[in-house]
């Protein structure tokens, strides 16, 4: 357990310490009321049998047991799970690349070097892997989520963390309709641990309690008897609260803070507050404020009916929201309830295994063609029973009783079976929306154009999935952005294209509350906004070709390091074009310097011959104005 569940407020480890009884209460009714409530039931039901036709587990007890007192075979012809493969290789076909666009063009610095600082955490978190993960389980289930949390282990090293949580140990509030859960006002994270680590976890926690518990009808369930685990929650959750709004006088800022904080602060201001770097500030006046209602989140921990692990106010701020973001596939409204590209293959699926199976039953039963004769009429009729399959075998018949002889036809299998069993096969594809074109497969010698509009078509009926999916990447980034933010103090090396190459930055090195520059999040705010790009090979070979053509166009404009970051050569060779360039420049600068000291020997023989003032001599061997020794 341990990081991943417990935040940055103070542990409490004990029972509603800090937290009134009403609210707690309060709230675990609202998440039993949400893990019984429709668009939940129908989603675990379904995920389930989602997952088990996706790995072939696509009969119940009581058809294989109706499969096996006939006698016939229980074979499964998986056609979903290509299928499925197959969106979750697109997705994974790009690397998509975040960066913030400047609003306005004296913004291009900032939004460059933002960009660059959400590449490099993307890329050290591994976060487009999380994304594919919380995608693939998507396109099955219908839902999951990736969920970012701080480690803070070491409190001077925050460690911003992010995670995938399966769709079954999550809950959302029912009433939410948004994929961003902007208008959801609770989301519940199960931790399911073994009773070793929850008694380390919650020292002098009541197990017995916690297993009557579990039979306690109305009440939620903290206790796995199957597996004997124990369930730890981490609810977050949104209450509304009255505050003020003011001008922070420490940084100009406007700000908000609840009544009993302000109150406290402005006692502070008016006896005055000393600060950090010596210097001091008293107001003369109350703080002028404006009071207004305003959703708090706050989160709690706990295990058990009773027991308090944690809790406290959002300890992220800047997020305005939850910290994780939700995918999902596509939504049933009627019930409220996402589903994957399974929901819809699951019938067809089951009709094809019934089909293929009963036309295997009849190949393997049907009777083969007879022999039919009058007794007698057949004189080799024992060589035929042993010997009738060889390709050389005669059959001798009797004189005379050749019309005695004939042979009945063996029954045909209607045609139906294999017309009926590609319409299903295209019912598969189309529930699923991958069709034969979009995985490369044509009947025909078609045209590379027409192959790829047929493939342009096919895309857009999986808009709706693949959308859903951009959103979810970018609240993702977003919230990785805003904990950047807040939490990042350690110095990165970010790389910065252009001329200025590498630089140190670190994105939050103030660490004075009262200094301008602490935990600033008024960066993004209005100047930058966040898209998306794929990132590919392609991309830097274009942007390689259009430096190229430039320094072509314009010799000497573009520098040989720019156009070496680009291109696709390796290290070494690039450190030997490097060295070569730094001792052609050099070289060269040294027969500027030869030339130069040849002149002047020449001019000084030429002055000793003219018998001038030695004086003059010196001045002519002073630099000129704009010229240097080197």
Same mark, same amino acid.
């Not at 949580?165 to 641990?193: C, H, K, R, Y």
């Not at 598969?428 to 497969?441: E, F, S, T, Y």
């Not at 910065?496 to 004075?512: R, Y």
């Not at 960066?523 to 906004?529: C, N, S, V």
């Given at each position: 357990?341990?990081?991943?569940?417990?935040?940055?407020?103070?542990?409490?480890?004990?029972?509603?310490?800090?937290?009134?009884?009403?609210?707690?209460?309060?709230?675990?009714?609202?998440?039993?009321?949400?893990?019984?409530?429709?668009?939940?039931?129908?989603?675990?039901?379904?995920?389930?049998?989602?997952?088990?036709?996706?790995?072939?587990?696509?009969?119940?007890?009581?058809?294989?047991?109706?499969?096996?007192?006939?006698?016939?075979?229980?074979?499964?012809?998986?056609?979903?799970?290509?299928?499925?493969?197959?969106?979750?290789?697109?997705?994974?076909?790009?690397?998509?690349?975040?960066?913030?666009?400047?609003?306005?063009?004296?913004?291009?610095?900032?939004?460059?070097?933002?960009?660059?600082?959400?590449?490099?955490?993307?890329?050290?978190?591994?976060?487009?892997?999380?994304?594919?993960?919380?995608?693939?389980?998507?396109?099955?289930?219908?839902?999951?989520?990736?969920?970012?949390?701080?480690?803070?282990?070491?409190?001077?090293?925050?460690?911003?963390?992010?995670?995938?949580?399966?769709?079954?140990?999550?809950?959302?509030?029912?009433?939410?309709?948004?994929?961003?859960?902007?208008?959801?006002?609770?989301?519940?994270?199960?931790?399911?641990?073994?009773?070793?680590?929850?008694?380390?976890?919650?020292?002098?926690?009541?197990?017995?309690?916690?297993?009557?518990?579990?039979?306690?009808?109305?009440?939620?369930?903290?206790?796995?008897?199957?597996?004997?685990?124990?369930?730890?929650?981490?609810?977050?959750?949104?209450?509304?609260?009255?505050?003020?709004?003011?001008?922070?006088?420490?940084?100009?800022?406007?700000?908000?803070?609840?009544?009993?904080?302000?109150?406290?602060?402005?006692?502070?201001?008016?006896?005055? =507050? %000393?600060?950090?770097? @010596?210097?001091?500030? $008293?107001? #003369?006046?109350?703080?002028?404020?404006?009071? !207004?209602?305003?959703?708090?989140?706050?989160?709690?921990?706990?295990?058990?009916?009773?027991?308090?692990?944690?809790?406290?106010?959002?300890?992220?701020?800047?997020?305005?929201?939850?910290?994780?973001?939700?995918?999902?596939?596509?939504?049933?409204?009627?019930?409220?309830?996402?589903?994957?590209?399974?929901?819809?293959?699951?019938?067809?699926?089951?009709?094809?295994?019934?089909?293929?199976?009963?036309?295997?039953?009849?190949?393997?039963?049907?009777?083969?063609?007879?022999?039919?004769?009058?007794?007698?009429?057949?004189?080799?009729?024992?060589?035929?029973?042993?010997?009738?399959?060889?390709?050389?075998?005669? =059959? %001798?018949?009797?004189? @005379?009783?050749?019309? $005695?002889? #004939?042979?009945?036809?063996?029954?045909?299998? !209607?045609?139906?079976?294999?017309?009926?069993?590609?319409?299903?096969?295209?019912?598969?594809?189309?529930?699923?929306?991958?069709?034969?074109?979009?995985?490369?497969?044509?009947?025909?010698?078609?045209?590379?154009?027409?192959?790829?509009?047929?493939?342009?078509?096919?895309?857009?009926?999986?808009?709706?999935?693949?959308?859903?999916?951009?959103?979810?990447?970018?609240?993702?980034?977003?919230?990785?952005?805003?904990?950047?933010?807040?939490?990042?103090?350690?110095?990165?090396?970010?790389?910065?294209?252009?001329?200025?190459?590498?630089?140190?930055?670190?994105?939050?090195?103030?660490?004075?509350?009262?200094?301008?520059?602490?935990?600033?999040?008024?960066?993004?705010?209005?100047?930058?906004?966040?898209?998306?790009?794929?990132? !590919?090979?392609?991309?830097?070979?274009?942007?390689?070709?259009?430096?190229?053509?430039?320094?072509?166009?314009?010799?000497?404009?573009?520098?040989?390091?720019?156009?070496?970051?680009?291109?696709?050569?390796?290290?070494?060779?690039?450190?030997?074009?490097?060295?070569?360039?730094?001792?052609?420049?050099?070289?060269?600068?040294?027969?500027?310097?030869?030339?130069?000291?040849?002149?002047?020997?020449?001019?000084?023989?030429?002055?000793?011959?003219?018998?001038?003032?030695?004086?003059?001599?010196?001045?002519?061997?002073?630099?000129?104005?704009?010229?240097?020794?080197?």
């Amino acid at each position: 357990m341990g990081s991943e569940i417990t935040q940055t407020s103070e542990s409490l480890a004990g029972n509603f310490k800090g937290l009134a009884s009403e609210e707690f209460y309060s709230l675990t009714d609202k998440i039993r009321k949400a893990e019984g409530s429709k668009a939940e039931t129908v989603w675990r039901d379904e995920s389930v049998e989602d997952y088990q036709y996706y790995a072939g587990d696509q009969d119940s007890a009581e058809v294989l047991e109706a499969l096996e007192e006939q006698d016939r075979p229980a074979t499964v012809f998986n056609e979903i799970k290509t299928r499925v493969d197959t969106l979750i290789g697109l997705a994974g076909q790009h690397k998509y690349s975040h960066k913030m666009n400047p609003v306005g063009p004296e913004d291009a610095a900032l939004a460059e070097l933002v960009s660059n600082a959400i590449y490099h955490y993307r890329r050290k978190l591994k976060l487009a892997d999380k994304e594919l993960s919380c995608f693939e389980h998507t396109v099955k289930s219908g839902r999951s989520m990736l969920w970012f949390y701080v480690d803070m282990q070491n409190p001077f090293k925050p460690k911003i963390t992010p995670k995938r949580i399966p769709g079954d140990q999550f809950v959302v509030d029912p009433n939410s309709t948004e994929l961003d859960m902007s208008d959801a006002t609770f989301v519940a994270i199960d931790v399911w641990v073994e009773k070793e680590q929850l008694e380390v976890a919650a020292p002098g926690i009541d197990i017995e309690s916690i297993h009557l518990g579990a039979r306690e009808h109305g009440k939620l369930s903290y206790y796995n008897e199957i597996d004997n685990l124990y369930r730890i929650v981490e609810c977050w959750y949104k209450v509304w609260k009255r505050v003020y709004w003011f001008q922070n006088p420490l940084t100009g800022r406007l700000e908000w803070l609840l009544p009993k904080e302000l109150k406290a602060f402005e006692r502070s201001l008016l006896a005055g =507050l %000393e600060l950090p770097d @010596g210097s001091g500030i $008293k107001l #003369k006046h109350p703080i002028v404020y404006k009071e !207004s209602t305003k959703q708090i989140m706050k989160y709690v921990i706990f295990a058990g009916n009773d027991y308090i692990l944690e809790h406290g106010t959002d300890p992220y701020p800047n997020l305005e929201g939850f910290p994780g973001a939700l995918y999902g596939a596509y939504k049933d409204d009627d019930n409220n309830s996402w589903f994957g590209a399974i929901r819809m293959a699951k019938d067809p699926q089951f009709g094809f295994n019934t089909m293929r199976r009963q036309l295997q039953h009849l190949l393997q039963t049907l009777p083969k063609g007879m022999l039919v004769h009058e007794v007698g009429a057949v004189l080799n009729i024992d060589d035929y029973e042993e010997n009738s399959a060889k390709p050389n075998f005669h =059959l %001798e018949v009797a004189k @005379g009783q050749f019309d $005695k002889v #004939k042979f009945e036809q063996q029954p045909t299998i !209607s045609s139906i079976y294999q017309t009926f069993g590609l319409d299903i096969q295209n019912s598969i594809k189309d529930a699923i929306g991958v069709p034969d074109n979009l995985m490369g497969i044509t009947a025909s010698r078609e045209p590379g154009v027409t192959l790829e509009k047929k493939q342009l078509y096919a895309f857009a009926v999986l808009y709706i999935l693949f959308g859903n999916y951009a959103r979810a990447r970018l609240r993702g980034t977003e919230i990785l952005f805003r904990l950047m933010q807040q939490y990042v103090t350690e110095a990165e090396v970010i790389r910065i294209e252009g001329p200025t190459g590498e630089q140190l930055v670190e994105i939050n090195s103030q660490m004075n509350p009262q200094s301008e520059g602490f935990n600033d999040i008024s960066a993004g705010e209005f100047d930058l906004e966040l898209g998306e790009t794929i990132e !590919s090979s392609t991309m830097r070979q274009a942007t390689a070709q259009i430096l190229v053509d430039y320094a072509h166009n314009n010799p000497n404009s573009v520098p040989p390091d720019i156009l070496l970051e680009y291109t696709e050569l390796p290290y070494s060779v690039v450190q030997r074009i490097r060295e070569y360039h730094d001792s052609v420049r050099q070289q060269e600068q040294a027969n500027i310097e030869a030339d130069r000291e040849l002149k002047m020997l020449e001019l000084r023989v030429e002055i000793i011959k003219s018998g001038r003032d030695p004086e003059t001599l010196k001045l002519l061997e002073q630099p000129k104005e704009g010229e240097s020794n080197g």
